[in-house]
C-alpha cells in the first residue's frame, strides 16, 4: 500500500478472499493510521531527546517524556514510550497511552511497576503477549526482556528462581498460555509454600469457544485457587489498572506469594484505546514492622544475661544486608550462630558459625533466639530454655496450614517483625544496654573462644568425614560436592538440586563454604518437588547476569524436570551456567523407605525396581554436545577438580559447561554395595 492511499478510499472486500484476510487488512490500515499521525505531530523527534532517566516512577528525578509530552500539548502513543530518550517507567502517573489493545495496556502497566524480565510459554492463547514483547523490542532500546520457557512448569520454576535471586524484593513474572493452570500447578504449590513474589497470568481461548483439545475452561483462574495468595479471572478490560496493582502489592506483602490472573485470548485481544498509568508508589507494600522499644529492650536484656545464648537463622538471608547485622549481633555477644534452612544467613567459615543443628554446640542453650526461623521443638530446644521467635509469620500458620509440615513449637515470645530492620534496632538497643564493665567483658571473652574451639572442632570433624569419602570409585557425591569449594568464586551463585537439599543436606552445607550473601539459591520448597532445579538456575543466572551461577542436578531431576529445554533456554537466551550432574542411575526416596522402614522383599532380594533410572542411561555430557554446549564426563575421582576449573574458566568466560559426573548410587547400606549386581547402575 503505498503511503498517499487512505484506508477509507479503499474498498476492504476487493481482492480478499475470506474474513481473516478482510481483518488482516483492517489492522494494517489502522497501524498506518496510527503512523500517520505520530509523524504529523511530530513525536518522533522527542526521540533525539536527551532526558534524565528515572527508575519506578520517582516523579522528582528529572523532566520525564511524560513531563515534555504535557508541555508540547501531545498526547503519547505506547510507540514511543520508552525510547531512546526514555522507559516507560519514567512516564508520570496518570499519564493516558495508546495501547493495542489489553494484552499491550497491562504490558505497559508492568513496565510502570518495573519489571524487567518476562518468564514465557509460547501458545496461541497468549500470541497478543508475545506481540507486546515485541513491539517493545521494536521501541525501546532497553526493552523488558521475555525468555521463552518451553513448558508451563518451567517458566514458573525460572520465575521462582528469579525473584529468590532478587531476594524476594522482585516478582517473578510469568506469562502462559494453553492449559497453563493444569500444567503449572504443581511448580506454583512450591513457589506458595516458600513464600515467593509471583505474578502468573495464564490465557485460555475465548469462555464462549467449545472446547478444544482440554485447554479451555468457565474459570481458569478457579485452578490456581489452592496454591496462590490471590487469584482473578480477567474478563473485564476496564478492570486493568486496579488488577494489576492489586496484583503487585497482594504478591509483594508479607508473608510474600504468588497472585494468579486467569484470562482469555479473546479479552486479551480487545481494543482498549489507551490506558491510565497507575500512580506505583500508592500500591508500594507496607513499611517493615519492627518490634516496640519495650520488646527490644526486653529481647537485648535475655541475650545480654544469658550464660549460652544462640542464636538459629532460617531464611533471613533472603535479605543480603540482613546478614552483616547479623554479624554485628553476634560478634558484640560472642553468640553462636546456627543455620537451620538453606539460605546464606551467616559466613560458614566465621568461627562463630556452629553449623545446621543446636546439638553442635559446646553447652545447652538457656537463651534462643529464632530469627526468620521456626523455635527448634524438638530439634534441640531445652525444655527449660527461653525462646524467642521473631519472623513476619511467627507461628508459621501459613506453612502449616498449607503443608501441614509439623506441630507449632512452644516459644516464650514471638514477635510479628522484619527481620533485618529489627536487627538493625536490636544492635543498637543491645549496645545502649550493655554494662561494658570488666566482669561483663570477660564472660563474652571466655564465651567467644570456647565458641571458637568448637568451630573448629566441628570444621575438623567435617573434614575428617569428608576425607573418608575422597578417592572412591564411582566418585561420592561428597567429593562431587567438595571440589568446587576451591574451584568456585567467592560471590559465584550455587543452585542444589531437591537431592543435595534432603536427605545428604547436611554434606553439601559442610562439603562448600558459603560466605557472602546470596550465594545459595534453593529452587524447591519443603514441599520437595523434583524438577524445578534446571529453569530455576535459569531464573537466578537471568535475574544476575554478572555472576557466575553453578547448577548442580540428580539425574532423577533432570529428567524429571525439563533438563533439554533448560538447555535450550539457557542456550537461547545468553545465560551460561556450569552444570553439574549427579549421575548415579537411581531414585533415592523409594528406596530408602524400602531399606529402613519395610525391610521385606525388595531388603531380601535387592530388586529395588522404582530405584534404577537405567536402562537406558543418560549421557548428559552427549545431551549437552547437541547444544554445542562444552561437556567433560568424569569418572576418575583424581580428574574431577581439574575438570571443574577448566569448565569454571568457560563458564566465565561466557558459554555453558557440563560436568557429567559418574556417582554412587545414593540410599544403599555400606554393607550392600556391590558394582557386580545387575540391579546396580555400573559406570
Not at 335 to 359: A, C, K, Q, R, Y
Not at 498 to 518: H, K
Amino acid at each position: 500500500m503505498s503511503e498517499k492511499e487512505k484506508p477509507e478510499d479503499i474498498n476492504f472486500r476487493d481482492g480478499l478472499k475470506d474474513e481473516s484476510e478482510i481483518a488482516e487488512f483492517s489492522s494494517r490500515a489502522k497501524q498506518m493510521d496510527r503512523e500517520r499521525e505520530v509523524k504529523n505531530k511530530g513525536i518522533l523527534e522527542l526521540d533525539k531527546m536527551d532526558t534524565t532517566r528515572r527508575g519506578f516512577l520517582r516523579g522528582a528525578a528529572g523532566l520525564g517524556i511524560g513531563a515534555l509530552a504535557a508541555g508540547a500539548g501531545i498526547k503519547l502513543t505506547s510507540e514511543n514510550v520508552g525510547t531512546k530518550a526514555q522507559e516507560a517507567t519514567s512516564i508520570e502517573a496518570g499519564t493516558q497511552v495508546d495501547v493495542d489493545n489489553a494484552a499491550d495496556g497491562m504490558f505497559q502497566i508492568m513496565k510502570a511497576f518495573d519489571v524487567d524480565t518476562i518468564f514465557f510459554t509460547t501458545d496461541d492463547q497468549n500470541r497478543s503477549f508475545a506481540e507486546a514483547i515485541t513491539k517493545d523490542r521494536r521501541f525501546d532500546d532497553d526493552p523488558i526482556k521475555g525468555i521463552l520457557c518451553l513448558h508451563e512448569q518451567s517458566a514458573v520454576a525460572a520465575a521462582n528462581g528469579y525473584a529468590k535471586a532478587h531476594g524476594m524484593q522482585k516478582p517473578g513474572i510469568v506469562s502462559t498460555g494453553g492449559a497453563s493452570g493444569k500444567l503449572a500447578v504443581g511448580n506454583m504449590q512450591s513457589v506458595y509454600a516458600d513464600k515467593v513474589p509471583m505474578i502468573h497470568i495464564g490465557a485460555a481461548y475465548s469462555i464462549q469457544m467449545p472446547l478444544r483439545s482440554g485447554q479451555s475452561m468457565s474459570n481458569i483462574s478457579k485452578i490456581m485457587d489452592p496454591h496462590v495468595k490471590w487469584q482473578w479471572e480477567f474478563v473485564e478490560p476496564a478492570n486493568i489498572n486496579p488488577m494489576l496493582s492489586n496484583a503487585f502489592q497482594i504478591a509483594m506483602e508479607d508473608p510474600k506469594g504468588p497472585a494468579f490472573i486467569g484470562t482469555y485470548m479473546s479479552v486479551l485481544e480487545q481494543d482498549i484505546g489507551s490506558i491510565t498509568i497507575p500512580d506505583v508508589d500508592r500500591y508500594t507494600p507496607s513499611e517493615p514492622q519492627v518490634p516496640s522499644d519495650s520488646q527490644l529492650k526486653e529481647v537485648a536484656q535475655e541475650l545480654i544475661e544469658a550464660d549460652n545464648p544462640v542464636i538459629t537463622a532460617g531464611w533471613l538471608g533472603r535479605q543480603e544486608e540482613a546478614v552483616d547485622e547479623l554479624c554485628k549481633l553476634a560478634e558484640r555477644l560472642a553468640i553462636p550462630v546456627v543455620e537451620t534452612d538453606d539460605w546464606m544467613n551467616f559466613p560458614s567459615s566465621h568461627p562463630l558459625h556452629m553449623g545446621f543443628s543446636i546439638g553442635n554446640l559446646p553447652e545447652e542453650p538457656d537463651v534462643i533466639l529464632c530469627l526468620d526461623d521456626h523455635a527448634p521443638g524438638e530439634w534441640g530446644q531445652p525444655e527449660d530454655a527461653t525462646v524467642i521467635v521473631i519472623d513476619k509469620d511467627p507461628i508459621q500458620a501459613w506453612e502449616h496450614y498449607y503443608t501441614q509440615w509439623s506441630s507449632i513449637t512452644p516459644a516464650d515470645l514471638r514477635l510479628e517483625a522484619d527481620g533485618y530492620h529489627t536487627l538493625v534496632k536490636l544492635n543498637e538497643v543491645v549496645r545502649q544496654e550493655m554494662d561494658w564493665t570488666w566482669a561483663q567483658w570477660l564472660e563474652i571473652h571466655e564465651r567467644r573462644q570456647e565458641i571458637e574451639e568448637a568451630h573448629n572442632d566441628l570444621r575438623d570433624e567435617w573434614q575428617d568425614e569428608i576425607d573418608d569419602y575422597l578417592g572412591e570409585e564411582p566418585i561420592t557425591p561428597q567429593q562431587m560436592m567438595y571440589e568446587m569449594n576451591d574451584v568456585k568464586d567467592d560471590d559465584d551463585i550455587v543452585v542444589p538440586n531437591n537431592t543435595l537439599t534432603g536427605w545428604i543436606r547436611g554434606d553439601y552445607r559442610m562439603c562448600m563454604d558459603f560466605d557472602e550473601p546470596g550465594t545459595i539459591i534453593l529452587p524447591t520448597s519443603k514441599m520437595g518437588l523434583l524438577g524445578m532445579g534446571a529453569f530455576g538456575a535459569v531464573g537466578v543466572k537471568a535475574a544476575k547476569p554478572d555472576r557466575n551461577v553453578i547448577c548442580f542436578m540428580g539425574d532423577g531431576e533432570a529428567r524429571f524436570g525439563c533438563q533439554e529445554a533448560a538447555f535450550f533456554t539457557a542456550e537461547r537466551f545468553d545465560l551460561p551456567i556450569l552444570w553439574v550432574f549427579d549421575n548415579n542411575g537411581c531414585l533415592t526416596t523409594t528406596k530408602r523407605g524400602q531399606q529402613e522402614e519395610i525391610q521385606n522383599h525388595a531388603y531380601e532380594t535387592g530388586d529395588y525396581w522404582t530405584h534404577h533410572l537405567y536402562p537406558p542411561n543418560v549421557s548428559f555430557a552427549k545431551v549437552a554436545e547437541a547444544y554445542d554446549i562444552w561437556n567433560e564426563v568424569v569418572e576418575d575421582p583424581n580428574d574431577l577438580q581439574s575438570t571443574y576449573e577448566d569448565a569454571h574458566d568457560v563458564v566465565a568466560n561466557g558459554d555453558s559447561a557440563v560436568v557429567d559426573v559418574m556417582t554412587k548410587p545414593h540410599g544403599i547400606f555400606d554393607h550392600e554395595w556391590d558394582p557386580d549386581r545387575e540391579w546396580y547402575w555400573e559406570p
